[in-house]
């Protein structure tokens, strides 16, 4: 299966949004923003609905190529959030490009040795 990223552009408008130093700068292409994912060199904020608001952690999250990836102790909060399946959000901030992954989370897990 193929998978296809929906990207977004949100442009930039009102105070403080660095509109002004935007301007005239084409949005990043898929490839771009790719490329800086690959690096693996960026904060990450994971954000999980739950029953009493949203619990937001920072995280340290691996681009595969196709999915996200991280690791959470069996008994963490957001671990336990993350097995409800409702979806969640990771925030990334790539230096002058912030970019937003909305998704479902699939718990994956090794063999025990």
Known sequence: ???TPTIKVIE?????TGAEEAAGNPPASWPDIEERLRSGTFPTWLSLRTEDGVHTRPVFAAWTGTSFVHASNA?????????TGARCSLALDLGDMHVTVEAEPVR???RRD
């Not at 930039?12 to 403080?16: A, L, M, N």
């Not at 008994?75 to 097995?83: E, G, W």
């Open 75 to 83: 008994n963490a909060v957001k671990t336990r959030h993350l097995d």
């Open 108 to 110: 994956l897990t090794a």
């Open 1 to 3: 299966m193929t998978l």
């Open 12 to 16: 930039r408008v009102g105070d403080r």
